[in-house]
């Protein structure tokens, strides 16, 4: 009877707590965590406020930087503070439901968990006067009851693809800023602070982080404005294993993204050359096992960006990774560099030899450039992969500075 007991109630705490984590919570079914890659804007949302401490300095470094943003707001702070709230709408910002009571949805009894978001939605309206959109629950946790209660209350659960992680106490501003700038994409909902542990750290962090993303180019925006910013359906989730899946290959095999930013077009890693006979175009044979840079491409950015902007943008990525050979201690004494991919004909017009591969190595990358294509979204029926390949000296003199 008591292991009976004990697998009934393994069985309700996997439905009740396992299942949203994994799905909900980790994958991101159902919720918004970022947008599409095809233009240079982001999300920056601040959790926990408002408070009249710190938040006015969060308004102040956006008004400054002419940039917007989401605020998943507390129902009582908004309450004590609406001229904050006002303010938020009046600059263009959104204003979003964090919370009702700001507790772990784990620590929550079920109908609590359930009301909560509709009561904090309902609240911040009142104030605002207007219908709230998003929902963030505290520590962005879920349980069945959360997930049944954003529902109920016709609201959108939002997450996130970049955490500044402001509120470690070991964490510096110029820490903050670096670790953003290492991690946003375009597309990027980046989650931040404006009360509550860390905020001193983005208030410091802020002017800085702001002046970084306009200079490479990002807008920030509302979460109600990010292109292709919906809730997480089959083929985004598709999408979201194959991300996974490509940084797990880069942990394995130590693959860096270019210039440690997650938005260049490139990572690149050393590897012993793979392949046997190849021969450059002046016929100067590569020995198998040569020292090699073998670079892999961004593959959600190139789709989302399409070939012909992508080959805009690689002309330009293309000097970081020529930087990277130059300064990276892992690339010091690689001969070549090359890829192997289905983009050659992409790669030739770049200045790359290409050199057709053996049938079954042909076969193989084939399948899994046409997995590749379904997982990301795009239309199967990938090109033959082909061999693109330039001499560390040949590339360092078409990219190098």
């Known amino acids: 009877m008591k292991r009976r007991v004990s697998f009934l109630m393994s069985g309700v705490l996997l439905l009740y707590v396992g299942l949203p984590y994994l799905l909900v919570q980790l994958a991101g ?50 309450e004590a503070y609406p001229e904050l709230t006002r303010r938020m709408l009046d600059e263009g910002h959104e204003v979003a439901a964090h919370a009702a009571r700001h507790v ?20 911040i309206a009142a104030i605002t006067g207007q219908p709230v959109r998003f929902h963030r629950p505290p520590h962005g946790a879920y349980t069945l009851a959360t997930v049944l209660g954003q529902r109920a209350a016709g609201l959108t659960g939002a997450h996130w693809s970049v955490e500044a992680r402001d509120w470690d106490p070991a ?22 602070h404006d009360a509550g542990p860390g905020v001193q750290t983005t208030v410091m962090a802020l002017p800085v982080l702001l002046k970084q993303l306009r200079a490479r180019g990002y807008r920030c925006v509302p979460l109600r404005e990010l292109d292709g910013a919906v809730p997480l359906d089959a083929v985004g989730l598709r999408r979201r294993l194959f991300i996974t899946l490509d940084a797990a290959f880069d942990r394995l095999h130590r693959v860096q993204p270019t210039e440690g930013r997650a938005d260049n077009l490139f990572r ?32 959600p950015l190139l789709v989302d960006l399409g070939l012909r902007r992508s080959v805009r943008l690689a002309r330009e990525d293309f000097r970081a990774v020529a930087r990277d050979l130059q300064t990276r201690p892992d690339l010091q004494g690689t001969e070549v560099v ?26 193989r990358l084939q399948r899994w450039a046409n997995m590749l294509r379904r997982g990301y979204g795009s239309v199967p029926g990938a090109p033959q992969p082909k061999l693109s390949i330039l001499s560390r000296k040949a590339f360092l003199a078409r990219y190098g500075d």
Do not use: Y
């Not at 959790?47 to 308004?59: E, I, K, M, Q, R």
């Not at 964490?171 to 931040?192: E, H, K």
């Open 29 to 78: 079914a159902g919720l918004i965590r970022e947008g599409r890659r095809e233009r240079r804007e982001l999300a920056l949302t601040f959790d926990d406020g408002p408070d009249p401490l710190t938040t006015p300095a969060v308004l102040d470094a956006l008004h400054d930087a002419q940039a917007q943003a989401t605020f998943f707001v507390m129902a009582d702070r908004a």
């Open 171 to 192: 964490r510096t501003p110029a820490g903050v800023t670096d670790r953003v700038l290492a991690q946003v994409t375009p597309g990027a909902v980046v989650v931040l």
């Open 338 to 363: 090359f890829c192997l991919s289905a983009l050659s004909s992409l790669l030739a017009a770049l200045g790359f030899e290409t050199v057709e591969l053996p049938p079954a190595d042909t076969r």
């Open 268 to 299: 690149t890693g050393r590897v012993g050359f793979p392949l046997q006979g190849i021969r450059h175009a002046d016929g100067t044979l590569i020995e198998q096992g040569t020292p090699a840079a073998e670079f892999h491409v961004n593959n």
């Open 104 to 123: 772990h949805a784990w620590l929550r009894a079920p109908w609590d968990a359930f009301l909560d978001p509709g009561r904090a939605a309902r609240r």
